[in-house]
């Protein structure tokens, strides 16, 4: 019996409805809309899958959508000028870094330097605190993803085994977080684990795996438990094809809930990024 797909273009389209509802609401309310502005350095072109998918979500939604391109040889001072003066746009409601920033970047200080009120992706090390207190303001938007996703099948979390493979402090650090609020018993795999031999004794024992390794079809299919709910959020490209940590079509015969790559976490996690600019929107206080 194959696996239930849990189809995230279907949720992302749900929320977009609900955002544009909400939107226009607020419109109303207080003559606004809110207004996400993209920071991006340089032109390299694995920025335009991003910011078209960007744009065209916000366009759906009724978000203005704002890509501000600095030049490549741009410095880290040029770029922390422009990230305080968005901060300081009463007509801004988020702000969102273009990845990937020049190697020599200090990634962490200039996320720090992103108001917290406007940190649509939850970098600011502000924020990633707040997650640790169940107190933030948004959760990172892969995070969200997933966690809509794993509610798509329906389960209870409570006192399941759930293994995380990676600990990224945008992925998986806080899906451990909020996995652990839902009472379930988690794990938090990545390459030492590997490194050890030990990661197909936690992946066998998973009722809730989560991929986020970025290493195609690194889980194999025969490796995952019986009827457990599988989330990959690996996005790789290998020759033409787009595909998953995951080994796909043999884990469809063993999990009772799978997502696929493409069309599960990645079409969720930009809407995501969007309904989290929305919630900021409203902290500002444009509600009316």
């Not at 279907?10 to 226009?24: C, D, H, P, T, V």
């Not at 000028?81 to 409601?93: A, T």
């Not at 649509?120 to 948004?138: M, Q």
């Not at 970025?214 to 889980?219: E, R």
Request: charged share 25%.
């Amino acid at each position: 019996m194959s696996a239930i797909i849990l189809d995230g273009k279907l949720k992302a389209n749900e929320i977009k409805r609900n955002l544009r509802q909400e939107i226009g609401r607020l419109k109303a309310l207080s003559g606004r809309i809110p207004r996400l502005a993209a920071l991006q350095v340089g032109d390299e072109t694995s920025f335009s899958v991003y910011v078209n998918s960007q744009k065209k979500a916000a366009y759906e939604i009724g978000i203005d959508y704002r890509l501000v391109k600095l030049p490549s040889d741009c410095t880290e001072k040029c770029l922390l000028d422009n990230i305080l003066s968005l901060n300081n746009d009463k007509g801004v409601s988020g702000i969102i870094l273009q990845s990937p920033l020049p190697a020599a970047f200090d990634i962490v200080k200039i996320s720090s330097f992103i108001s917290s009120n406007k940190d649509v992706e939850g970098v600011n090390p502000e924020n990633k605190g707040k997650l640790l207190l169940n107190s933030y303001k948004v959760v990172p938007p892969t995070a969200s993803a997933v966690m809509e996703l794993i509610g798509l099948s329906g389960i209870s979390l409570k006192g399941r085994e759930a293994v995380i493979i990676g600990h990224s402090g945008i992925v998986g650090k806080p899906i451990a977080m909020l996995l652990l609020d839902k009472l379930c018993t988690v794990t938090v795999c990545h390459i030492e684990t590997h490194k050890r031999g030990n990661l197909l004794e936690h992946i066998k024992r998973a009722e809730v795996l989560i991929a986020s390794a970025g290493k195609p079809n690194l889980v194999k299919g025969e490796w995952i438990r019986e009827n457990a709910v599988v989330i990959d959020v690996g996005i790789n490209r290998v020759e033409d094809k787009i595909v998953g940590d995951v080994e796909f079509g043999k884990a469809l015969l063993r999990a009772s809930y799978i997502s696929p790559v493409p069309g599960g976490v990645g079409p969720l996690t930009t809407t995501i990024l969007m309904r989290n600019c929305v919630e900021l929107f409203k902290n500002q206080g444009n509600t009316g």
